[in-house]
């Protein structure tokens, strides 16, 4: 069975750095494209950062690109979202999420975690 | 980027009646060398995370019942639950994988009327 758990989820200050990781399990994680997706409370999904499954390619959206980072440890089976210079709009429950099929990130979603409150607040 | 807009933005359809939700992409989401759509559903229900209902634009995914399809092609499309039932309020959201600036519309509730 497929389990995604994030972590690392809090409150941190404007201008603020922040770790977020997904623990992986259920699948060969490092043969699966991976992304994070964050919905800000009652808000809808707007997708943060993708990590292929093979040559490593990595995609950000523009909102974040230049302050996110996107990793993954296999010998861990986790993902990782560094985040700095956090903005207030950084506030968000932040899911990750397996993509159906493979190593290619151009696929849909199959599976998501239960999501990581980020909330972004002095 | 690609631009996913959805009507209505929410709906109100008696049991066992059927609910259509419509989507639509800025530009065409259909990829010539393989005539797929790259446009994907899923349900929300509240404090839970996304759940794939339907990818390539109509081929449900394992386990969805058969009340839920999807239709269309290029830059409209279409999802319909057949016969709504209890279990189907919920916000439904379309999804653009066609590039990698991946993006979602943004949402319709779905209630029992």
């Known amino acids: 069975e497929v389990q995604l758990v994030e972590s690392g989820g809090g409150l941190v200050q404007p201008g603020g750095s922040l770790r977020l990781s997904c623990a992986a399990s259920?699948?060969?994680?490092?043969?699966?494209?991976m992304s994070w997706v964050r919905q800000p409370p009652g808000k809808g999904l707007e997708w943060v950062s993708a990590?292929?499954?093979?040559?490593?390619?990595?995609y950000y959206a523009d909102s974040v690109r230049g302050r996110f980072t996107i990793s993954r440890d296999s010998s861990k089976n986790t993902l990782y979202l560094q985040m700095s210079s956090l903005r207030a709009e950084d506030t968000a429950i932040y899911y990750c999420?397996?993509?159906?099929?493979?190593?290619?990130?151009?696929?849909?979603?199959?599976?998501w975690g239960q999501g990581t409150l980020v909330t972004v607040s002095s | 980027d690609i631009v996913m807009t959805q009507s209505p933005d929410s709906l109100a359809v008696s049991l066992g009646e059927r609910a259509t939700i419509n989507c639509k992409s800025s530009q065409s989401v259909l990829y010539s060398s393989n005539n797929k759509n790259y446009l994907a559903w899923y349900q929300q229900k509240p404090g839970q995370p996304p759940k794939l209902l339907i990818y390539?634009?109509?081929t449900r995914e394992s386990g969805v019942p058969d009340r839920f399809s999807g239709s269309g092609s290029g830059t409209d499309f279409t999802l319909t639950i057949s016969s709504l039932q209890a279990e189907d309020v919920a916000v439904y959201y379309c999804q653009q994988y066609f590039n990698t600036l991946f993006t979602f519309g943004p949402g319709t509730k779905v209630e029992i009327k």
């Open positions: 990590l292929s499954g093979t040559d490593g390619s990595v």
């Open positions: 999420a397996k993509v159906w099929g493979g190593y290619d990130p151009l696929l849909p979603f199959d599976h």
């Open positions: 390539w634009a109509s």
């Open positions: 259920g699948f060969s994680f490092s043969n699966y494209a």
